[in-house]
């Protein structure tokens, strides 16, 4: 059986509930991530943000906001005031099906990989695209190590 510690992204960006939004609008932007672990100073997951947050806290363009000004209210709002607490979370002994299930029926783009409080990795959905791509790899193979069959004359 396939476990969630065998696919798992190890090193996570994070970042500490009382860093600023801009931080993590910059992380996101700089390392072309989508969720950003919230951990304190002994790695214990305190929440998540993702892109989809950061959207929802980004005042309209049709405001006609000065990225300058964006930048300067981002930095005033830390990230425990739009970090969600309620999260879903796996251990790296969880079964990757289920993983994948629950990633499927629940709509989530990442599931942080927790044990005993501490954040451990993530699983994302392109975790999940690159097992797929190897699991069409070896497919690829078998087919091409059989035999093919030959029509008759």
Same mark, same amino acid.
């Given at each position: ?37 919230? =951990? ?6 305190? &929440?998540? %943000? !993702?892109?989809? @947050?950061? /959207?929802?806290? $980004? +005042? ?52 942080? =990989? ?6 451990? &990795?993530? %699983? !994302?959905?392109? @975790?999940? /695209?690159?097992? $797929? +791509? ?20």
């Amino acid at each position: 059986m396939y476990l969630v510690k065998d696919f798992m992204t190890r090193e996570v960006f994070t970042l500490k509930r009382t860093d600023s939004l801009r931080a993590a609008r910059s992380m996101m932007s700089l390392a072309r991530i989508r969720h950003i672990p919230i =951990v304190n100073d002994h790695r214990h997951f305190l &929440g998540l %943000i !993702t892109h989809r @947050d950061l /959207l929802a806290a $980004t +005042i309209s363009r049709f405001a006609e906001v000065d990225k300058s000004v964006q930048d300067e209210i981002d930095s005033g709002i830390p990230i425990h005031e739009i970090m969600r607490r309620d999260v879903t979370t796996v251990t790296p002994e969880t079964s990757i099906r289920e993983t994948a299930e629950m990633l499927l029926n629940h709509k989530y783009g990442c599931l942080p =990989v927790v044990q005993d409080g501490i954040l451990k &990795g993530i %699983i !994302t959905e392109a @975790d999940f /695209l690159k097992l $797929t +791509i190897r699991l069409l790899d070896s497919l690829e193979a078998q087919d091409s190590d059989a035999p093919q069959a030959t029509q008759p004359e």
